[in-house]
């Protein structure tokens, strides 16, 4: 027999990965060590699940959630790709913002009150890497420090000290994380050990569930491979608790079809429905990178990112029904995230270039509804290289929902984040301290601003503080960060007023961020010659 | 020491029934494509892994050459095992820390405990350390068949001129390697030969000599008891004196004579008295020699070593009939028998490749050599990695020099599963772990450390930049399975994309740290590289050789 009808023989027609792949084994540890656990202090019994939902290549937050107000600006900004007014979704209560149309989904359940919109999510000094954004958002790391390990693989290691040795436990026979549709995250590292397990995808996932094994060829490099699989299912511990669970769930609710989004969260949603007692599960959906012809350029509603988001949308409303129809919607927490948004102005080939903050968004039944935050500002002649500024540190609604969901203790909570961050009131367990949204939290009352404006050497910048942390920062239209003015503690509330040198900088648009416990303002500047 | 009884692992896998025959290839000469593909298939099988400089080197040469480069080489013996082991208590009281102890034997159990593991240590360098030629596969493959184990030598100056004398016979003559190892004090002192008196002759030796290092047992194979206790008065009169070198005693030799039965042709080994009572144990080799089936028998022992365990009729015809002439031919002489099975059809048979479920110790030193992980170059540091090493092979049912019983390992003869019984549940997981330490944090130990460096390795390669290029580039080195387009394809994308679209985007980001090699650069590649090689040490196919 030649090589090429060997070949022929020997390689699967379907592009299914090889099997399901722990994150690391277990079973060797299990027997061997006999170190009894430390006394496990922090940890909290929930019933609470994380769905994170990655999409990658970085959506266009600003055709994602479309400003109202200042619509004029915005169209100007991004005229051949830019969604017309009339197809804007509405929110109900909501006037100055709206959704892209195809989340109709979204629309529903926003106003199920079952969403809420973060606007502008980011983190100073973005990174406009795929790879080290990714890494960024995954390590909840500062833009120039490299941290090789994550923040849900944080918050696992203190939930479960010691993983992988003596798991599977009594108390913990299930996966810490389950990863469906990728290989592996570095959100779910450890600061040892992978903490998550992946489902490589949906194929694996059922042929596990009803027995089905991957081909082989018919001679003895498949006959010998046979046998590594066999003995390689077998040794896993948690590959049969995930085929119980999946057994115990004989029906769900309909999921839209050709939607990998989709496909992905119906094995989650069978898992947790199953009985598995894993927190965090990862999905992941890509395509977003849209440098060109995002858009159909006569009908700007449709085209690729139309369909990227008609994917998310469908996905995500399938998966919150059939979480209301199987009765674990009390259990489930969702979130979206992107490495990056996209640049405000579109570039010529109906596309948009990396950004930096875009909408982040949470949904579940016990979100706190709403839209946080403000449309970005959008000048009225956008230059090729400005930016969304962010609002809001993406690590604040990590640590928002440690705190709110998990009930992450705020010493075990810094660090897990590394680093205090503002708490935004997201969601309601009752289980955990909630956080009462602060009186002017979507105020429309400016909290910061300069004067003179525009300016061509200093400005003085007045911000209210309520008292407590306060931070005001200067940003450049990157998004990078030129200056931190203020970090303080004031003991009570009150106006301030500081002085600010800008001779040095390059005329341009500048932002200065107002940052006071749940309350943050971006405010644009303008630096004249 | 007495015979132990066999291992028989029997998890409950259900295999499926293999359809079709092997294979009717034989020895002619293969004359078919050499590419990669061949040449990795022959080094894996004849070598402890091989690095990319190996492939291409061995490419170039053509497969005579090759053969000849791995079987005809000139390297000279490794210098031999250190102290190490002088600590707060224990003191060597005849070898200093850091000089050999192989010139210098005691009666210290104490002391041979500690030599023995210096021993199992310095092997495991030897192996990681060796060159590209097929002396230390044969070195372990005689190992496997005489079955010696060090724990039962307990002296470890006889243990280490045992394992020299296979080394330096590796691939020398056979029959002179037999001859040299029976009256060798390891041996002697392992199968009793040294207290085999003619007053009450011990069979031990006799028997292993026939049944396990010279025919074998079988249908065709019809020594009697009668033979072994004949062979057993042959060997009477062999010592070990205090000076541990091994000699004849006259005085504690059977003079009767030694008559053997028609399988042998009824020969009889005449008594002979004194010195010369010694060179029956010649006689007696000879006799065994001129049986046909002794060249039978080590060739199908050398096919379940480098070929597949499953030795069909055709095989047998076509491939150990001709092989085993050979050998007779060539009055035993190893080379010529190596030459012709790696020069043949048959074993560049398609259905003879990636067949074979790699030991522990192939398992462990192949990843070590692939991946070119550096070793630290002071001696104390060597042995301390060194034991983490072998200690890990161990773990997984293979403890190199010491074998479970004379019969060597059970994955070499053990009916049905053979090399199956390699992996279990519990030792496939140890393999995995193995390779997530060793490509994630290593080990360290006194301020070294050992890891396999992913961007370093993948230096090497010709097209590192080019994602699609390196995933076949990496499976060329540490993978005897193919993998198919679109798997590769999800894998590229999932791992070196972190799920983008676009090649581009592993290529910018290597050539920026190509350009730019600080912190930041280098982790983007390297985090990705090392999921990358983890995941791909993790897939079952990794194990297959």
């Known amino acids: 027999m030649d090589r090429r009808k060997f070949l022929k023989q020997t390689l699967p027609a379907a592009g299914v990965i090889p099997g399901v792949v722990d994150g690391f084994p277990i079973r060797a540890f299990a027997a061997e060590n006999g170190f009894i656990q430390a006394a496990m202090l922090p940890y909290v019994e929930t019933d609470k699940v994380l769905v994170i939902v990655q999409l990658s290549g970085g959506n266009d937050g600003l055709n994602t959630v479309i400003p109202i107000d200042g619509y004029g600006n915005y169209l100007n900004a991004r005229k051949n790709i830019a969604i017309p007014e009339t197809g804007i979704l509405r929110l109900d209560g909501v006037s100055k913002t709206g959704l892209h149309p195809s989340l109709k989904g979204f629309q529903q359940l926003y106003n199920e009150g079952r969403m809420n919109i973060i606007q502008a999510v980011g983190y100073p000094s973005p990174n406009f890497s795929h790879f080290r954004a990714t890494d960024i958002w995954m390590s909840a790391s500062d833009s120039n420090t490299v941290i090789n390990n994550g923040w849900m693989g944080r918050y696992l290691d203190d939930q479960y000290p010691g993983f992988p040795t003596n798991y599977p436990s009594a108390q913990m026979p299930d996966p810490l994380a389950i990863q469906v549709g990728s290989i592996t995250s570095l959100t779910c590292q450890g600061p040892a050990v992978s903490m998550g397990m992946s489902i490589t995808d949906p194929t694996s996932f059922y042929n596990l569930v009803d027995n089905v094994e991957d081909p082989v060829p018919n001679n003895p490099m498949g006959r010998e491979l046979s046998y590594l699989r066999q003995i390689a299912r077998q040794t896993n511990k948690y590959t049969e608790r995930i085929r119980q669970a999946a057994l115990a769930v004989p029906t769900q609710g309909t999921y839209p079809a050709n939607n990998s989004l989709a496909a992905q969260l119906k094995i989650v949603a069978r898992l947790i429905k199953g009985g598995l007692k894993t927190r965090v599960y990862m999905v992941s959906f890509g395509g977003f990178d849209t440098h060109a012809t995002q858009v159909v350029g006569t009908n700007t509603a449709t085209g690729t990112h139309a369909n990227l988001l008609n994917n998310v949308s469908s996905a995500v409303k399938a998966f919150m029904d059939d979480a209301k129809g199987l009765g674990i919607q009390d259990r489930v927490l969702g979130m979206t995230f992107s490495e990056f948004g996209r640049r405000i102005k579109s570039n010529a080939s109906g596309g948009t270039d990396h950004g930096s903050a875009a909408p982040l968004f949470l949904f579940g039944k016990d979100v706190m509804g709403g839209l946080t935050g403000n449309n970005p500002t959008i000048a009225a002649n956008v230059t090729v290289g400005e930016n969304v500024p962010y609002q809001y540190d993406f690590r604040s609604v990590y640590a928002s929902v440690l705190q709110q969901w998990f009930c992450v203790p705020d010493n075990t909570l810094q660090q897990i984040m590394l680093k205090n961050f503002q708490s935004l009131p997201l969601v309601n367990n009752s289980k955990c301290a909630s956080v009462r949204p602060g009186s002017s939290f979507t105020n429309e009352n400016v909290l910061v601003f300069n004067y003179p404006n525009p300016f061509t050497s200093s400005t003085k910048i007045t911000f209210k503080t309520k008292g407590g942390h306060t931070l005001v920062q200067i940003m450049n239209a990157s998004g990078h960060m030129v200056r931190v003015l203020i970090e303080k503690e004031y003991p009570d509330a009150g106006t301030h007023t500081v002085s600010f040198d800008g001779g040095y900088l390059a005329p341009g648009v500048y932002y200065v961020r107002l940052q006071n416990g749940q309350i943050q303002q971006v405010k644009g500047m303008l630096k004249v010659r | ?545």
Not at chain 2, 446 to 457: L, R
């Open chain 2, 1 to 545: 020491m007495d015979r132990r009884s066999f291992l028989s692992l029997q998890p409950e896998a259900k295999k499926p029934a293999l359809h079709a025959a092997r294979t009717n290839t034989g020895l002619s000469k293969y004359t078919g494509a050499w590419t990669a593909n061949e040449v990795q298939h022959l080094l894996k099988r004849t070598l402890f892994g091989s690095t990319k400089a190996d492939i291409d080197m061995f490419t170039s040469l053509g497969l005579a050459a090759s053969v000849n480069q791995l079987i005809n080489y000139t390297s000279p013996l490794p210098a031999p095992p250190l102290n190490d082991y002088n600590s707060a208590t224990i003191t060597d009281p005849a070898v200093a820390p850091g000089a050999t102890w192989v010139n210098n034997p005691t009666n210290d159990g104490t002391i041979n405990g500690q030599r023995r593991s210096s021993f199992k240590k310095w092997w495991a360098g030897i192996m990681i350390n060796q060159e590209s030629n097929i002396r230390e596969k044969m070195t372990l493959f005689w190992a496997n068949l005489f079955g010696t184990e060090s724990n039962e030598i307990a002296n470890a100056h006889w243990v280490y001129n045992h394992h020299t004398l296979l080394r330096q016979n590796a691939v020398g003559n056979y029959r002179q390697l037999i001859k040299q190892v029976t009256i060798d004090p390891g041996m002697l002192r392992y199968l009793n030969g040294y207290i085999n008196a003619s007053t009450a002759p011990d069979e031990n030796y006799a028997r292993e000599l026939q049944e396990l290092f010279t025919l074998g047992k079988g249908p065709t194979v019809q020594y009697s008891e009668a033979d072994v206790r004949a062979a057993a008065k042959v060997l009477t009169g062999w010592r070990i004196n205090a000076s541990f070198v091994s000699y004849f005693d006259p005085a504690r030799h059977d003079t009767t004579p030694k008559q053997f039965s028609s399988y042998y042709g009824s020969k009889i080994i005449t008594g002979k008295t004194g010195a010369a009572g010694a060179g029956e144990t010649d006689e007696l080799i000879d006799m065994i020699f001129l049986k046909d089936e002794v060249s039978k028998y080590i060739c199908r022992r050398l096919y379940i070593w480098f070929v597949y365990y499953k030795i069909d009729a055709a095989a047998e015809q076509n491939v150990i009939e001709p092989l085993a002439k050979i050998f007779r031919d060539n009055g035993y002489e190893m080379k010529p028998v190596l030459r012709a099975l790696f020069e043949s059809q048959h074993f560049f048979d398609v259905l003879n490749q990636g067949c074979f479920i790699k030991s522990p110790v192939d398992n462990v030193i192949s990843c070590l050599r692939e991946f070119g992980v550096v070793f630290p170059t002071s001696y104390t540091n060597q042995y301390i990695m060194w034991n983490y090493i072998r200690n890990w092979y161990a773990s997984m049912t293979q403890d190199v020099g010491d074998p479970p019983d004379v019969s060597g390992w059970p994955a070499y003869y053990q009916e049905p599963q053979f090399h199956e019984i390699w992996i279990n549940s519990d030792t496939l997981p140890k393999r995995n772990r193995f390779t997530d330490t060793m490509i994630t944090s290593g080990y360290s130990s006194s301020g070294q450390k050992i890891v396999i460096d992913a961007v370093a390795f993948i230096k090497k390669l010709n097209n590192p930049a080019d994602p699609n290029k390196l995933i076949d580039e990496i499976l060329q080195v540490i993978y005897r399975v193919p993998m198919s387009a679109a798997t590769k394809q999800s894998i590229k994308q999932q791992i070196l994309l972190s799920n983008q679209a676009e090649d581009h985007y592993w290529t910018d980001a290597w050539n920026i740290y190509i350009q730019n090699p600080s912190t930041a650069n280098f982790n983007i590649v390297n985090n990705r590289l090392k999921i990358l090689l983890q995941y791909f040490m993790n897939l079952p196919e990794y194990q297959l050789s």
